[in-house]
């Protein structure tokens, strides 16, 4: 493994050293099950996508760090048609916020996907921390300004009433789900605008938003551009393949996460791989790592709703099984650090490096294991944060918060079966250096 790292203090490069013996890669014979295995520190209340429950699905999670008090840090994490959850750094619920109804009968409900915060968001009333979030079923975004000066209800709802259709250009349109999907905010140093890059549903858009405070106080958004991700891609025995799908949708991306330092995107196209790109979406696209999957070839069955893969071909990649899902990225204080993907096939995370003179080379990895009989692990991550900053007692190191798609133990659905649950996983930065000594 190569790594590229700047002279820094020798406490700093001592957990550097450990992070870098954590992550080395296995022996290019060694599957997934041979990366480490970090244990969750806790997890929120399990989220049920039943009527009973809500229709609530655990997605998509961001850290705020409450500068002035670290201890007193919040989680803001998306629900789904359940809306927008706010947990303490005991993973407790603080608020929850219930997404919008339909706007008429027949129309598709308020749909939280992803979320990504904004610290200092210029307005006439001066700067805030807000929370953006991508409601896909109303292919709109939606803002929400952070005040930790209410405890019980820190986020308020300043979207700009008059915001637009991201993508849509009727509500029957928007009723199609073709809509604002994954999200990842970004402010340009040059300028000092902020934006929001926001990918489409069964689609390979990705579209530049800038964020527009309003002198009411609230915050609206106009399109910039959008940019298309390849769908069909030459193969070196050349064949032209495209991920199996279901007729009419496109390999769609979700992850998103802008790196500050150079103002690049990281895309995760669900089947098949992480792109890199300028975040104004001007340049070509890179395509720095693709799944396993790539290349195989599938036939779509109407009948059972999923794809018969063929053989193959041996042109995918070695680290990422599809889909490759939630982007997020490892800030050290020196300016280095990682890019982390959730890896949702084999149920692991990847690590790359941050270099953007080659091609992001692989760090390593690891997955997120059972605790306890009560406290179990990560499984089919969805999206994923972390924060390398202090977060008081608890998080002296800093936090990484995941989603779990199968919360267990399981809950009888009291038909014989189990219901449908997930959460978020919260796990401690510091155990990730300790697990060096495994």
């Known amino acids: 493994m190569r790594l590229h790292r700047s002279p820094r203090p020798a ?37 049920y996508d039943d009527e009973a429950g809500g229709n609530a699905n655990a997605d998509d999670p961001a850290i705020w760090r409450n500068a ?32 919008p109804a339909p706007p008429g009968a027949g129309d598709a409900p308020g749909r939280f996907n992803n979320v990504d915060l904004v610290s200092g968001l210029r307005t006439p009333a001066g700067r805030a921390d807000v929370a953006v979030v991508s409601d896909r079923g109303n292919d709109r975004l939606r803002i929400y300004r952070i005040d930790p000066s209410r405890p019980g209800r820190p986020l308020t709802d300043i979207t700009d009433p008059s915001a637009a259709p ?41 579209a530049l938003l800038e964020l527009k405070p309003t002198a009411a106080g609230t915050v609206g958004y106009r399109k910039i551009r959008t940019l298309e991700l390849p769908s069909s891609f030459r193969l070196p025995n050349g064949a032209s393949w495209s991920p199996c799908a279901e007729p009419g949708e496109l390999p769609q991306v979700e992850g998103m996460v802008v790196d500050p330092a150079n103002g690049m995107l990281y895309a995760g196209q669900e089947d098949v791989g992480i792109w890199r790109m300028g975040a104004d979406l001007t340049a070509k696209p890179v395509l720095v790592d693709k799944v396993r999957e790539y290349g ?10 999923e794809c018969t893969l ?18 997020t990225l490892f800030q050290e204080r020196d300016g280095d650090g990682y890019l982390m993907a959730s890896s949702q096939g084999d149920d692991t995370f990847a690590l790359y490096d941050r270099e953007i003179s080659e091609r992001n080379e692989y760090e390593g990895g690891f997955r997120i294991g059972a605790a306890s009989d009560t406290l179990d692990g990560s499984e ?28 267990t133990p399981a809950v009888p659905d009291g038909a014989g079966g189990d219901r449908e649950a997930t959460d978020f996983k919260f796990v401690d930065l510091g155990a990730v250096v300790d697990a060096a000594d495994m």
Do not use: M
């Not at 013996?21 to 099950?33: E, K, N, R, V």
């Not at 999200?183 to 040059?190: F, P």
């Not at 063929?310 to 982007?327: I, N, S, T």
């Open 380 to 407: 089919e991550c969805d999206g994923a944060a972390v924060l390398n900053q202090p977060l008081g007692a608890r998080y002296p190191r800093g936090l990484l918060v995941v989603q779990d798609g199968h919360e």
């Open 166 to 206: 991201v993508f849509s250009a009727s509500q029957s349109e928007i009723n199609k789900q073709r809509t604002a999907y994954g999200l990842a905010t970004w402010t340009d140093k040059s300028t000092g605008r902020t934006y929001a890059l926001v990918s489409r549903r069964n689609s390979t858009a990705v």
């Open 310 to 327: 063929g053989a193959d071909p041996g042109y995918g990649g070695k680290r990422l099984a599809a889909d490759v899902e939630g982007l």
């Open 296 to 305: 195989v070839p599938g036939v779509y069955d109407e009948e059972t709703e």
């Open 11 to 47: 406490a700093a490069a001592a957990l550097g050293a450990a992070l870098v013996a954590l992550l080395t890669p296995a022996p290019a014979q060694a599957g997934p099950s041979a990366l480490p295995t970090i244990n969750p520190t806790a997890e929120t209340p399990a989220l």
């Open 68 to 99: 002035a008090d670290p201890a007193r840090s919040l989680v803001v994490a998306t629900a789904k048609e359940g809306g927008l959850r706010v947990y303490n750094l005991d993973a407790r619920p603080v608020q929850s916020i219930p997404a």
